[in-house]
């Protein structure tokens, strides 16, 4: 995956009231998510901007909570977790089932058991994966993938989307899913980039059979 040449936590510490470590390798911060406060570490930078907890997370944290249907009683992946936020928040909210999964880098897997741990919880299932390689499970066992604003590498698109193949295909034999329920995609997004950028994405998910449909507060469902 192609790093990024700037430094995101540059939007951040204008009012940031967060402790910097020692070696200003990271930040501590809380952060204000529905009916709780979270303590985040955040690294002051990452090649994939695996480090920051963007604004958007909290705004779809509140989403899921309005609308909780789609994650009670789900098994539930968090692709580009970063650093856990929205899956411990809902882990602690409303007890959801689920796991988080991230570019295959150790530092942002022992990053986000580092979160758990300062906000009281034992470390959440966590897979390394880079969007594109073979997907280090078998048989998936989630009928919800989510997702917050991680459109930002238009050369990865094709690599989402195959990633996103094998995570929605229908095989309820392999996946020992409830017949009622297909999985599907929910992705935030609210980074701003060209419409023209954001357009190729879905474009590739028509490409690749898959059906988009906009929940509004801009939310998006996909399904194969």
Known sequence: ????????GDLFREDSDGEESADAGFVEREHSFPEMTLKVREFMFHQVNANLLWPGSTIFAQWLVEHRELVKGSRVLELGSGTGALAIFLKKSLAVDITTCDYDDEEIEANIAHNCKLNGMAP????????????????????????????????????LVKTLK?????????????????????MSWRRRIPKEDEALFFADCGNAGFQVEDLGSRVYRITA
């Open 1 to 8: 995956m192609d790093p990024a040449f700037v430094c995101a």
């Open 166 to 186: 094998f995570l929605l295909a229908s095989d309820r034999d392999s996946r020992k899913l409830p017949l009622s329920r297909k999985p599907c995609f929910v």
């Open 124 to 159: 959440i299932p966590h897979i390394r994966h880079t969007w594109g390689e073979r997907f280090p499970a078998d048989a998936p066992a989630w009928d919800l993938v989510i997702a917050s604003d991680i459109l930002l590498y238009v050369k990865q698109y094709p690599n």
